[in-house]
């Protein structure tokens, strides 16, 4: 582990967050969400010359999340933090775009033909179009025990806390690539890593089950569900069943890592637009919803496939889709 | 030492151009045992290097024992961030990766004649006038730690009441267990209650509050 801390990046303070013009003003366009997404329909908004306000709890959303990327093109390896640099770089180049970080936004609304972002400090901006870009936040496992230990041994950001499980038993839940990066954080840590999956494959690319099939301490369980976590005031044990066999068993482990998927962060529309059953914005191919003047863009939405690389094109489209919708409405 | 890298170098020179007050590092080391104490100690020379407003002092844990008892430090490495007084401010373990940024930050900070608390936080925090000591438990790859560590000094830094550590939990495992670390940021307050520490100023300050009272 030694050597790890001094291989560790220093990581530069950001300079001032909050870059605001007139918020009186009625913006072209409002961008809710400063991910891969959001910032990216930023940049293209800033070259049509639309008068744009950013509003977003952080920038990078899910990249900061994340330790290596592997696939985005044009870097063959980049970390989420040095890419999500870039990206604000990129960004904050256009004087014509506000920003307003450190915030989130509670709740949109109508108001003549305007689209009103309230925030969840009472103020509100007021913009001719909007697009979503809020993407997605961790799923919880809603088994028992769950809600009663986190931050007593129930993990959902690896990256954060593996240094804290050095030589202990730990269980990962989820056998996508969330899951088995984690896996990949804790495995020159953790003693033992049981890995359980709900299916009988593993959904995680190939190439990441490369890099663990053959560690020591990799106990996988396909075809397992959790039944409950277990502990008073830290986390003792987990239950899970096979769902071929039925058996139950209790592992005596002490962190668990929940890593099922993410939920889509589309609360603040939901008295304008209806979701889909997994909460999600329906959009078309030109990320437009079925309110005229309202898009959506990257993970929030209904696009296949929940990638960097999907965002920043989902981020472009909907930001030329307000442009042109724009142009008809003058 | 160069853990500094040139460009961030470049960048840090720009900052520090701001610093209002002196800053003093001073930092407690013991060249043959402490992990990371050479590292801690060769990051901030670098980054003194970069500033003329910033000072460093390096003192012995084993052999200076007066200024161990002066800046009351009971673990290494551990650097006291000093302006025009001891706030209370420290870092116990190397401040690498996301804490460099609760560094830099802390630095600005400490240095500024301006308080960067919100009126409402001020007005807060005159309700604390009894001894309060807040651990903060990070990890160097948390995104989410610096901004629990940038609050807590600066209460640190507006009432003398409260003294604020940064604590690296992997090299401090005794403490990590003793408070039954799990995750992070976790606030320690007074060796006793503690909370997530992931949270706006305003709530940070409420937790805090609401600990003590
Ligand atoms: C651990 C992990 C590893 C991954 N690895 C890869 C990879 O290697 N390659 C790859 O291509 N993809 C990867 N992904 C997926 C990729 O990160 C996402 O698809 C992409 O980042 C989505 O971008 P987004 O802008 O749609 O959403 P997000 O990145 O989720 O951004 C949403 C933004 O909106 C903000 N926000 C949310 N709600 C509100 C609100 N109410 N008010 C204000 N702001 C709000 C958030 O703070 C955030 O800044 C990974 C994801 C995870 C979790």
Known sequence: ????????????????????????????????????????????????????????????????????????????YITGRELTDKFKAQMQ???????????????????????????????????????IATGKRYRPLNVPGE????????SYCATCDAPLYKGKDVAVIGGGNSGITSVIDLRNISNNIYVINNSNVWQADP????????????????????????????????TVQSIKTGEQKTLDIQGVFIEIGLLPNSELVKEIISLTDLGEIM??????????????????TTVPEKQIGVAIGEGIKASLSAYKYLLRMT | MGLIKESQQEQLKEKFKDLDEKIKLIVFTQEMECQYCRETRGLMEDLADLADKIDIEVYDFVNDKEKVEEYNIDKI?????????????????????YEFTSLVATIMNISSSESELSE???EELKKIDKPLNIDIFVTLTCP??????????????????????????????????????????????????????????????????????
Not at chain 1, 211 to 233: C, Q, T, W, Y
């Open chain 2, 77 to 97: 490495p551990a650097t006291v961030v000093e302006g025009e007084k001891d706030y209370g401010v420290r870092f116990y373990g190397i401040p690498a990766g």
């Open chain 2, 144 to 213: 989410y730690c610096p901004n629990a560590v940038e609050i807590a000094h600066k209460l640190a830094k507006e009432n003398d009441f409260i003294k604020s550590n940064m604590i690296e939990s992997s090299e401090f495992p005794e403490l990590m267990q003793k408070n039954n670390i799990t995750s992070v940021p976790t606030v320690v307050v007074n060796n006793d209650m503690n909370f997530p520490g992931n949270l706006p100023e305003k709530e940070f300050v409420d937790n805090l509050i609401k600990a003590v009272t």
């Open chain 1, 1 to 76: 582990m030694g050597s790890d801390i001094l291989n560790l990046e220093l990581i530069l303070p950001e300079d001032e967050q909050e870059r605001i013009s007139n918020s009186d003003d009625i913006y072209d366009l409002l961008i809710i969400g400063g991910g891969s997404a959001g910032m990216t329909s930023a940049v293209y908004a800033a070259r049509k010359q639309m008068k744009t306000l950013l509003i977003s709890k952080d920038l990078g959303g899910q990249l900061l999340w994340t330790s290596d990327i592997e696939n985005y093109m044009g870097y063959q």
């Open chain 1, 283 to 300: 959009v078309d191919c030109g990320c437009r919803t079925a309110v005229p003047g309202l898009f959506g863009a990257g993970d929030v």
């Open chain 2, 120 to 122: 409402k936080t001020i």
């Open chain 1, 93 to 131: 180049q256009f004087p014509i775009v506000d920003i307003i970080t450190g915030i989130n936004v509670e709740k949109i609304s109508r108001q003549d033909n305007l689209f009103l972002a309230l925030t969840e400090n009472g103020k509100s901006y007021r913009g001719k179009t909007i697009i």
């Open chain 1, 207 to 238: 190439v990441l089950i490369e890099r663990i099939k053959d560690a020591e301490n990799f106990i996988p369980m396909l075809s397992h569900n959790v039944l409950a976590i277990h502990g008073k005031d830290s986390v003792t044990g987990i």
């Open chain 1, 147 to 154: 809600k009663e230990l986190v931050g007593k041994g129930i």
